[in-house]
């Protein structure tokens, strides 16, 4: 039922970990199933994200897709990791069952939420963000997948 590549970022994820004085930390939960996923972002004066970091604890498929976000936004602009939904994160792991869309959600609001803990730090807006919601499970049923 999982593509070969997310087992492998399940048994193998990259960026496990946490960063010490992150410029961002966003950690969100949904209540349904009670997976957490917090993520830290390292971003430079340029609002380059030089390292990112997870640490999850959920189901195998919010493990894969926490491991190809991080692997998303590395190297990336703040505009730029943005973009990285979690329709993005699903095709780079060559799809998800769909009871397990939920899971990529989490690492697509996990980045939000870093992002918008950095802005904050930092006293400045980031055009395109919104607030995230800290469990995913509240805003589920509206989206669309
Ligand atoms: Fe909830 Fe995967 S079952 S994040």
Redesign the pocket.
Known sequence: MYTEKVMDHFTNPRNVGEIENASGVGTVG?A????I?RIYLDIDDSGVIKDVKFKTF?????VA?SSMATELVKGKTVNEALQVTNKAVMEALDGLPP??V??SL?AEEAIHAALWDYAEKKGIKIEGLEKPKSDIHEGEESEEY
């Open positions: 949904n349904k199933c009670g997976d996923m959920g189901c195998g498929a919010a897709t009871v397990k939920h899971c989490l």
